[in-house]
């Protein structure tokens, strides 16, 4: 516990601005508050764009590392141009962060495509090997369209499927909330018509 902290207090009532500046006053308890208040969303995000449970635990830790390391720097957390909160919007800074590291994960992934794409031996041509592959193909096709498009696209589509409103799109993204639906629509058809590339379909 800080020397600042209230032994009566409860810091899950806090907002992440008032976390944060316990954080920077050495307050562990509050980073441990923003870490298990933003975590599942992060791994979330991660584990749609990269698709393996290790590899987006191991980028979710350091999307937090990178939280607690910018906690102490001088630098602001960036408000969005079109946010009216005076809250520093932490989660926005979270997912761009988060967005950044599954991308280039994706992006080393797919220069390494040969090496890391692996496709299960078909034992008798059963159906079940052949559904397992096909399935198996399609993820890497989607990755690697993913990898391919444009990164403001792939986080407008993977928040939406996560159940973001296009208000909460548009702090993390820092974009208009009336541009929203529009570049959804716009990220949409460039995945696609990547996907159809992609596949040959």
Request: net charge neutral; hydrophobic share 35%.
């Amino acid at each position: 516990m800080s020397l600042n902290e209230d032994p009566g207090e409860d810091v899950t009532t806090l907002t992440d601005s008032l976390l944060l500046e316990r954080i920077r006053q050495g307050d562990t308890t509050s980073f441990e508050t923003l870490f298990y208040r933003h975590y599942d969303r992060v791994y979330g995000l991660l584990f749609r764009l990269v698709g393996t449970r290790v590899e987006a635990e191991d980028l979710t830790q350091e999307a937090f590392l990178k939280l607690y390391h910018h906690a102490f720097s001088k630098r602001p957390f960036a408000k969005p141009k079109f946010g009216a909160t005076k809250e520093q919007n932490i989660s926005a800074w979270l997912y761009r962060v988060a967005t950044n590291l599954g991308y280039d994960a994706l992006r080393r992934r797919r220069r390494s495509q040969e090496r890391d794409t692996l496709l299960l031996p078909d034992p008798q041509g059963s159906p079940a090997a052949e559904k397992e592959v096909e399935q198996r193909e399609q993820q890497t096709a989607v990755r690697a369209v993913l990898a391919r498009l444009p990164q403001r696209q792939v986080q407008l589509l993977l928040l939406r499927q996560m159940g973001l409103s296009y208000a909460e799109c548009a702090a993390i993204c820092d974009v208009a909330p009336g541009s929203v639906g529009t570049l959804l629509s716009r990220a949409a058809a460039a995945f696609r018509k990547a996907y159809r590339e992609e596949t040959g379909e």
